[in-house]
């Protein structure tokens, strides 16, 4: 998707830079609009009447009082987009019915189990709900678990039953289960089948009937491209699909085409994932997306991320009491870092905003490797913290090396892992003690104070 990006955004500035704007000139730009999308696969059908409505409309339109005619071509190509895209309606995500059922279908390899992971959490972060992930897929080695942990991991329930060889009747079991924990949302993921495959078809439409869902999202790889719109099709031949999950959005050229396809459809995009940690994921907004698209920032996507972080306040200030106090323990640590990884992956919010407020030279200090590097140690080290006991985190001291070894275990880690967040949690210790000796006041900025010891540990 970055060559997509990259080449708009070039566009734009392009546009930007004109004196004036003659015939030649517009079918120039034309031309390589034309080539941008042809190179993320889109169709070419597509590419042609979306260049040709451009020129009839800015050759035709009537440019407003105190528009310049290159703004206003950028107004028309944002609009076309947008109305490519499915126009200005954002996808209704509101779950007004308890319980929810939602099942997930698609092709094996679109990311299925990712995805279902990434609707729990955001419903459990975003819009408060309980929710149940249920695992039938019993083809795939490894399905059951990876589900577990990713819910684990965020704190959703969990059902799954590795020696059953009926995925039907783990469905009826999970949703049982579910219903009896008063769950909110349940998600029912499925195994992977190709649209070729007519007996895995069957197989969907047999789950499909007995689950009785209320939603069937369909998931599909953006990097299918253009490829996109016949596996809708041919899932809709077995069961009826209410919306699109789109996922690797972040890491494909081909996601346009896959985007504009699915929408010639008529299918409804929800969901889009953006990276591959649980948390990058974004509803579907049309007018934001060609907004980042066209380098014209997305700062709406960017205050909902603040506002995220504003809603950890009292969670800040519970820590940074604690550390006032010199009460610091490993819950407090774990704390921390939760809070740190609320915003995202740095280089994920720099995409937000205006490309205009970073010059070239700005961007180009920034160590893309070494940001994705101190997200990953974080990430482990959360994963760390998750799989100890109440007890071991309010009481560090009793770990001892059988624990540090269940705990490396449990959270996927070596012991080498576990022993270097204690160092680091030994080193904040030793800091808040020097200072409470030499009465020096510990800093009420929590996040400052300990993230800059990050640094001593090459996280900085």
Known sequence: MKSLFDSF???????????????????????????????????V??????????????????????????????????NELVELLGGEQVPEIDIKKRPYKLMLVGIEGSGKTTS????????????????GLIQTDIRRPGAQDQLRQLAQRIGALFYGDPGHHDPVKIALEGIEFMLSNKVD??????????????????????????????????VIDATEGKQAASQAEAFAKYVPIHSIFLTK??????????????????????????????????????????????????????????RALEEEEKIVQEVEKEVEEGKLTLLTVKKQIETILKLG????????????????????????EQMQLTQQKLRRWLAILQSMTLEELLHPEILDSSRIK?????????????????QYYNLLKRLITEMKRSRKRVPKSLLKQLNANLGELGLG
């Open 249 to 306: 959005m972040d890491s494909t050229a081909r996601g346009g085409g896959a985007l504009m396809s699915v929408i010639k459809t008529g299918a409804k995009i929800k969901f889009i994932g953006v990276g591959e940690d649980v948390s990058e994921i974004e509803v579907f907004n049309p007018r934001r997306f060609v907004s980042r698209l066209l380098g014209l920032g997305d700062l709406e996507t960017l205050v909902e991320k603040v």
């Open 406 to 422: 269940r705990i490396a275990r449990g959270s996927g880690t070596s012991p080498r892992e576990v022993k270097e967040l204690l």
């Open 116 to 131: 279902a992971a990434k609707l729990a959490y955001y419903y459990m972060r975003y819009k408060k709900l309980k929710v």
């Open 45 to 78: 059908e597509i590419v042609y009447n979306l260049t040709k409505n451009i020129e009839r409309k800015f050759k035709k339109g009537k440019i407003p009082e105190g528009i310049s005619p290159k703004d206003y071509l950028i107004y028309v190509l944002y």
């Open 185 to 218: 949302l349940i998600i029912v993921d499925t195994a992977g089948r190709h649209k070729s495959e007519t007996d895995l078809m069957e197989e969907i439409k047999t789950l499909y009937s007995t689950v009785q869902p209320d939603e069937v999202m369909l």
């Open 345 to 368: 992956p740095l280089s994920k919010l720099l995409q937000l905003l205006p490309t205009s407020m970073f010059p070239a030279q700005v961007l180009s200090r920034l160590d893309e």
């Open 9 to 43: 955004s070039k566009l734009v500035s392009k546009i930007r830079g004109l004196t004036y704007i003659d015939d030649e000139t517009l079918r120039e730009i034309l031309r390589e609009i034309q080539r941008a999308l042809l190179k993320a696969d889109v169709s």
